[in-house]
């Protein structure tokens, strides 16, 4: 059962454009939603994260949008380049003593130049 | 300022083999994670330490152990090595057992032939 639920499978885009990824969880009880950034032959890299008493946050292009209410939560990255191609991998983590992360599948971007 | 360190970076094991992967967490870092991401999906929770105790135990076989010493660094081993195993095996680290960033190694990338 994928508690966390990723799309698209996969994307592409233009330079300069708008890539947009979602998620949606099922158990209420995570409290941080981390960003994963991950290229090939390398681990995954902490982009943003976001917790859910905010709607919003954004650094540099990269901006976390949250609806807690519709438990979903998306990625936006601005003016896309070619050096953002990539997987991205949002997670949430569980509330208490087990502080495992639960991931999504991942999302594979293509920004072509 | 060294990130997380993960030895070795490839390594190949034939079944029924056994294999001890070895992770340095950062500096000042007191929580490891272990995590298998097989080809194309998101990274699975296999262990946490923190503070050399056991804090989170993923759906892995008893095959699957893993340790912490009292430099934080931490090892996982795996016996009776299946064709299943092979994947990245990343190690995170944070600072704390909760509440905190978790930062990835590279991996190793494990083949069992």
């Given at each position: 059962q994928q508690q966390v639920k990723q799309s698209p499978q996969s994307l592409i885009v233009q330079k300069g454009g708008i890539s947009i990824i979602n998620c949606a969880y099922?158990?209420?009880?995570?409290?941080y939603f981390p960003w994963y950034q991950q290229f090939p032959g390398k681990g995954p890299a902490l982009l943003i994260a976001i917790r859910p008493d905010v709607s919003e946050k954004k650094e540099g292009r990269f901006t976390i949008s949250f609806n807690k209410s519709a438990k979903q939560f998306s990625l936006h990255i601005m003016d896309s380049q070619p050096g953002d191609s990539a997987t991205y991998f949002c997670a949430a983590r569980r509330a208490g003593n087990n502080r495992k992360l639960i991931w999504g599948l991942g999302t594979s971007l293509g920004v072509n130049p | 300022d060294a990130g997380v360190t993960q030895s070795p970076t490839h390594l190949i094991k034939t079944r029924g083999q056994h294999v001890t992967l070895r992770c340095s967490p950062i500096s000042g870092h007191k929580s490891v994670s272990w995590y298998q991401q097989v080809l194309g999906q998101g990274p699975q929770f296999i262990f946490q330490y923190y503070e050399k105790e056991e804090r989170g135990r993923g759906n892995f076989p008893d095959r699957f152990s893993a340790r912490q010493f009292p430099n934080y660094s931490s090892e996982l081993n795996v016996n009776a090595?299946?064709?299943?195993?092979s994947a990245l095996y990343l190690c995170a680290s944070s600072l704390a057992g909760s509440g905190t960033e978790a930062f990835f190694g590279q991996g190793t990338r494990l083949t069992v032939v």
């Open positions: 099922e158990n209420t009880a995570f409290d | 090595l299946l064709l299943g195993d």
